[in-house]
């Protein structure tokens, strides 16, 4: 069975200091893995994903198969930032989705 | 608005009362999910659908849950005999998978049912 394993329910960060997000996940097939992030009074959206190999709002994620992580990643966190991160597992040959319990990120002033 | 629409916003029933959610997709979308979220956790996946066919289907679900998507639109879930712990926020989600990759989703507002 899968499964995606947020181990931090909340982290709080400075504006400026780096922020990891950490996602660590147990799939035996050819995962995808994704970061959906939720702000304050918004629905829950797609922030990215590892096949895209990209960069969205300075965020980056690395899809490591050896330690079976996907952890989020910015250099340097912004006040809006602050959110509710999801990391979600999927794959080519299923049908649903699995997410995490979430980080619930602070980036204070 | 063109996203994913669901209905209503927010439901108070009384236990042993039957519920029903609507979902209307983005339109161009022919896969659709439905999603149970309590406080403090991730969407947990309930059931999806690719056109009207319900494809799968969590062992999560009791029998008392049902979902339809009888013109490959929207989609209907429907709780009988709610019970409390039913209470939580209903996602619906739609996506469309390309050749190489899964699909992105995009979700709903939710419906927070809340059985008292």
């Known amino acids: 069975a899968q499964r995606v394993t947020q181990p931090e329910k909340l982290l709080s960060v400075f504006k400026g200091a780096p922020v990891e997000l950490k996602c660590n996940y147990s799939?035996?097939?050819?995962?995808?893995l994704f970061w959906y992030v939720q702000y304050s009074r918004q629905r829950l959206q797609l922030l990215l994903r590892?096949?895209s190999r990209e960069s969205i709002k300075g965020f980056t994620a690395d899809l490591n198969k050896g330690e079976t992580s996907f952890h989020l990643k910015k250099p340097f966190a912004q006040e809006e930032d602050s959110a509710m991160y999801y990391c979600?597992?999927?794959?080519?040959?299923?049908?649903?989705?699995?997410f995490g319990a979430g980080t619930r990120l602070t980036v204070k002033p | 608005d063109t996203g994913v629409s669901q209905n209503p916003r927010h439901k108070i029933t009384k236990r042993g009362q039957n519920v029903t959610f609507r979902c209307d997709p983005i339109?161009?979308?022919?896969?659709l999910y439905w999603y149970r979220q309590t406080l403090g956790q991730g969407p947990e996946f309930l059931t999806y659908?690719?056109?009207?066919?319900?494809?799968?289907k969590s062992r999560l679900l009791s029998d008392r849950f049902s979902a339809e998507r009888p013109k490959g639109s929207f989609s209907t879930l429907e709780i009988q005999r709610t019970e409390q712990g039913d209470s939580a926020m209903y996602l619906c989600?739609?996506?469309?998978?390309?050749?190489?990759?899964?699909?992105?989703?995009?979700f709903g507002s939710g419906t927070q049912l809340s059985v008292l």
């Open positions: 989600a739609s996506g469309s998978r390309d050749r190489e990759t899964n699909e992105k989703l995009f």
């Open positions: 799939y035996s097939g050819s995962p995808e």
């Open positions: 590892h096949i």
């Open positions: 979600a597992l999927s794959d080519l040959g299923n049908n649903d989705m699995r």
């Open positions: 339109s161009e979308h022919n896969r």
């Open positions: 659908f690719q056109n009207e066919a319900q494809l799968e």
